[in-house]
C-alpha cells in the first residue's frame, strides 16, 4: 500500500525528522486513504516533545492549539496542520475529556488510547504501514472495532458510541459483537456529553448514505439523546418508526430536512378539550413546539431552529390543485417551506406502502411542478411584488395605516386569486372603488 502524501505534509515529516525526531501521520487520514477517500485532515504524530515541535518550526506561523494535550499546528498557505507528541491519556472522570495526559516516546502506545482500529493506524512514507490492532483487516472487513476493551473505551469518552453509529452510518460499515454490545450497555454515559458535541455527531449520522439500518438498529442509543423519540419507539409494532427512518435514508442529504423527517411523528401529550376538526391542527403546532425544544436543547442554530419548527407546523397541509391556492400557500409560508412540505410529503408516501399509491404521488408531483412554475413566472405572492405600493395609495387618498394595509391584502387576494391582473392601472381603479365604497 502507498499513500500519497501533500507536499506541505511531506516536508513537515521530514523537516521533523531531520531535527532528529520520529513522525507518521495518523488515524483518519490513514483511514480514509486506505478506503481511497480523499482526506478532510491529515494529522502527523512525533516522539518530539511540544516544546522540541515549537523550536523546530520557529520560523513558521504557529498556534499552540492544543499545547496542553501535546497539540501545535503548523501553519502553511493558510492551512493548519496538527502535530501531536505521542501520548497515553490518564482517567477520564467526565467521560468525555482525559483528566491528565503523559509524553511517550513508542507510536505503538499512542496508537493503544484511539477509539477504533480503523482509526488506530499510521503510516510512514519509507517505514510503511504500522497497524498493531488490525484496522487493515477491519477496514476489508467493514468492521467496526474499538482498540481493547469496548466498554473501557466508552467509558472513557461516551461521545465514541456515537462516532461508532456515525461511522457505520458514513461508511455503511457494521459493529463488532463486543462494540455493539458495549455501545447499548454504556449508552447512558452519553448523558455526561456536551449538547453540542451530541448535535454535531447526530448530524454526520443521520446524513449518512447507511443510516437506515444504524437508526433501526440502534434507536434506544438515539432515544437516550432524544427521548421525545420514545413516543414512537413505545408503540408496538414499531411500524411509525421504522416508516420514519425509510422516508430519512430516501431524503436529500440536507441536514435540517432530516432532522425535520427524523422529529415530526414526536408526539406531545394529547390535547385536551378540542374539537375533532382541531385535534390535528393542535398537534402539528405543538409538534413542532415539541421540535423546537429537543433542537434548543441540542443547540442547534437559529436557521434550522426555525426551519423544522415551520416545516413540521406545515407538514400535514393539503396539496394545492389550483394556481390561487398554491399562491396562498407560498404567501402564507413562503416557497422554501412549502417545496419541502410536498417533499416531505411524497417521501412520507412512498416510505408507506399501504398509503403509496399513484394518484396521491402524482397530485404532489404537480403541485412542486406548479410551484417550481410559478417561481420561474415571477408570478406575485406578496405585497413586494405587487405593482403598487404604500405611497401610490396615500395618493390616492388613503389615510388610515389600517385600511392602507388592508386594501394592499385585499389587493394582492384578488390577484394570486386571478380576479384582477397585477397592474399599475388596474390595481390603483380597485383600489379607487375600495376607497369610495
Known amino acids: 500500500m502507498n499513500i500519497k502524501l501533500p507536499e506541505h505534509v511531506l516536508w513537515l515529516i521530514r523537516t521533523l525528522e531531520s531535527n532528529g525526531a520520529e513522525a507518521w501521520i495518523v488515524g483518519g487520514c490513514v483511514r480514509d486513504s486506505i478506503l481511497g477517500r480523499e482526506p478532510k485532515d491529515w494529522d502527523i504524530c512525533t516522539d518530539a516533545k511540544p516544546d522540541r515541535i515549537l523550536s523546530i518550526f520557529a520560523g513558521q ?3 499552540e492549539t492544543g499545547l496542553k494535550h501535546g497539540t501545535v499546528s503548523v501553519v502553511l498557505e493558510h492551512v493548519p496542520y496538527e502535530i501531536t507528541t505521542y501520548r497515553v491519556d490518564g482517567g477520564y472522570t467526565d467521560h468525555r475529556h482525559p483528566d491528565d495526559v503523559h509524553f511517550v516516546s513508542e507510536i505503538r502506545e499512542d496508537l493503544s488510547r484511539r477509539d477504533f482500529t480503523m482509526n488506530a493506524m499510521a503510516w510512514h ?19 467496526i472495532r474499538c482498540v481493547g476493551d469496548a466498554g473501557k473505551r466508552f467509558e472513557e469518552d461516551a461521545l465514541r458510541i456515537l462516532r461508532a453509529l456515525r461511522f457505520a452510518a458514513t461508511f455503511g460499515f457494521r459493529l463488532s459483537q463486543d462494540t455493539s454490545m458495549a455501545c447499548m450497555a454504556k449508552k447512558g454515559t452519553l448523558a455526561y456529553v456536551a449538547a453540542e458535541r451530541i448535535y454535531t455527531e447526530l448530524g454526520k449520522l ?8 444504524v437508526l433501526v ?5 438515539l432515544a437516550e439523546v432524544i427521548p421525545e423519540l420514545r413516543s414512537i ?8 418508526y421504522l416508516h420514519i427512518c425509510t422516508a430519512l435514508s430516501m431524503s436529500p442529504a440536507n441536514l435540517p430536512f ?19 376538526t382541531d385535534i390535528k391542527n393542535a398537534a402539528s403546532h405543538e409538534t413542532a413546539a415539541l421540535c423546537r425544544n429537543v433542537l434548543m436543547r441540542l443547540k442547534a442554530d437559529r436557521t434550522t431552529l426555525d426551519y423544522v419548527t415551520s416545516l413540521v407546523t406545515w407538514k400535514s397541509l393539503p396539496v394545492p390543485y389550483t394556481r390561487s391556492q398554491m399562491l396562498q400557500c407560498m404567501h402564507r409560508i413562503g416557497p422554501d417551506i412549502m417545496q419541502s412540505v410536498l417533499l416531505m410529503q411524497r417521501l412520507d408516501a412512498l416510505a408507506d406502502p399501504m398509503q403509496c399509491h399513484d394518484s396521491l404521488i402524482c397530485r404532489i408531483d404537480q403541485a412542486t411542478a406548479l410551484l ?5 413566472q415571477d408570478a406575485c405572492y406578496t405585497l413586494k411584488q405587487l405593482k403598487i405600493h404604500g405611497e401610490d395609495l396615500k395618493q390616492a387618498g388613503f389615510t388610515s395605516g389600517r385600511e392602507l394595509g388592508a386594501a394592499l391584502e385585499h389587493l394582492l387576494a384578488l390577484v394570486m386569486d386571478g380576479q384582477l391582473p397585477n397592474e399599475r392601472n388596474a ?3 380597485r383600489a379607487s372603488q375600495i376607497l369610495h365604497s
Do not use: S, W
Request: negative net charge; hydrophobic residues 35%; aromatic residues 2%.
Open 427 to 429: 390595481l390603483l381603479e
Open 258 to 276: 432530516r432532522l425535520a423527517i427524523l422529529l415530526h411523528e414526536c408526539r406531545p401529550e394529547k390535547t385536551a378539550d378540542l374539537d375533532k
Open 61 to 63: 506561523h504557529v498556534l
Open 206 to 213: 443521520i446524513l449518512g448514505p447507511a443510516c437506515q439500518n
Open 217 to 221: 438498529q440502534y434507536a434506544d442509543i
Open 125 to 143: 512514507p519509507e517505514r510503511g504501514l504500522m497497524d498493531p490492532f488490525g484496522g487493515e483487516r477491519d477496514l476489508r472487513n467493514a468492521c
Open 233 to 240: 419507539l413505545d408503540e408496538n409494532p414499531k411500524e411509525t
Open 372 to 376: 417550481n412554475d410559478l417561481l420561474e
